[in-house]
């Protein structure tokens, strides 16, 4: 356990669904991350969230609309996805500075 | 632009044999370096870090790693694996004053028993 959760841990939805993943980290931290991880990929960073202000990466799809509403909550968003973004999405949090990572243990994502 | 380097993909080992994976960043200031591991269904944790100081750090499970700051490098070490450390292992790095990290490929590990 690293103190952060992600829900759920398993996911499977069509192209015309709306769901979302939630993460949540119990460390006090004030940052908040969401990365993409696909099979013989870096880890993509998606969206950041520090002291509420979202920061993030121009090449990710508006299909993904992150949402943190205070510092210990992190949603993602996720309508008509594709095939191609299947993979395993993972939440991470870190104090601003301290600059350790705490990871949950991600969502599969399955999209048909 | 930023970045970090990882340059064996995938390493094949037998049990007892010594570990040496590559990590080269690619910023001449200020830069905290990371390296994380992710065994099979688990999620990613901290090896070790460095921020200054002694140039050789210890981590965790008898790993090591050395940040040699003249080849912009910070290769991790373990003298005799384990088949338990069969993973993905992956390099980090922090530049400056961001608190938004750039991660390496990653190096998957086997280790034959």
């Known amino acids: 356990e690293t103190g952060v959760t992600q829900t759920p841990r398993h996911l499977v939805m069509g192209m015309t669904n709306k769901k979302s993943l939630k993460c949540e980290q119990h460390l006090g931290h004030n940052a908040m991350y969401w990365y993409k991880q696909s099979a013989k990929k870096p880890l993509e960073l998606m969206f950041v969230?520090?002291?509420?202000?979202?920061?993030e990466n121009n090449s990710v799809p508006s299909r993904f609309s992150p949402e943190c509403p205070n510092s210990s909550h992190l949603f993602l968003h996720l309508h008509t996805l594709q095939p191609e973004d299947s993979a395993l999405y993972l939440c991470?949090?870190?104090?601003?500075?301290?600059?350790?990572?705490?990871f949950g243990p991600g969502t599969r994502l399955t999209v048909l | 632009a930023q970045s970090v380097s990882q340059h064996n993909h995938h390493v094949i080992l037998s049990e007892a044999a010594s570990l040496e994976l590559g990590c080269n960043y690619s910023y001449g200031g200020t830069v905290n370096l990371f390296w994380y591991v992710q065994y099979p269904g688990q999620h990613l944790q901290l090896l070790l870090k460095y921020f200054s100081g002694d140039p050789l750090v210890k981590g965790i499970k008898g790993f090591e790693a050395e940040f040699i700051k003249s080849k912009f490098s910070f290769n991790l070490r373990k003298p005799s694996v384990q088949w338990s450390d069969t993973a993905e292992y992956f390099c980090a790095a922090r530049y400056g004053r961001s608190y938004i990290p750039t991660f390496g490929r990653g190096t998957s590990l086997i280790v034959h028993p």
């Open positions: 969230y520090s002291l509420e202000e979202r920061v």
């Open positions: 991470a949090s870190s104090q601003e500075y301290s600059n350790e990572q705490f």
